[in-house]
């Protein structure tokens, strides 16, 4: 647990290994699946629609976190990515099997994108 009161707590003598760096991010992860766990567990806990509504959104910026690290895990350690992949595709076969359809995961925009102008987006067509 952090001691925020010791602001040179965080301080490091070196940088870290490829391999830590590796440890690290899986650590990351875990504590974003945590954070998601906390969160939804909080949701369902309560009837108050302003709070299940920010606590579902920030929920939701940590899957994302998680999508990200998992990105960045996959660059850093390919051979962890083959391991995935082939996780991924035994799955696949495991539904293909049962007839049951893997869905698409939805490309969600960035919200600001959408009605961000750019010099581009003012040009008639
Ligand atoms: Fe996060």
Not at 34 to 47: C, F, G, K, P, R
Not at 62 to 67: F, I, L, Q, T, Y
């Amino acid at each position: 647990m952090p001691n925020f009161a010791n602001p040179f707590q965080g301080n490091v003598d070196r940088k870290m290994t490829k391999e830590e760096l590796i440890q690290a991010i899986r650590l990351d992860i875990a504590g974003e699946l945590e954070a998601i766990y906390l969160y939804e567990s909080h949701v369902l806990a309560t009837d108050n629609a302003a709070a299940k509504k920010v606590i579902a959104d920030i929920r939701d910026e940590e899957k994302a976190h998680v999508g990200e690290l998992m990105s960045l895990l996959k660059i850093l350690d390919p051979e962890e990515a083959e391991h995935f992949a082939s996780g991924e595709t035994e799955v696949a076969e495991m539904m293909e099997n049962l007839n049951i359809q893997i869905p698409e995961a939805k490309e969600t925009s960035n919200p600001d994108e959408s009605t961000h102008k750019t010099v581009g987006s003012l040009i008639k067509e």
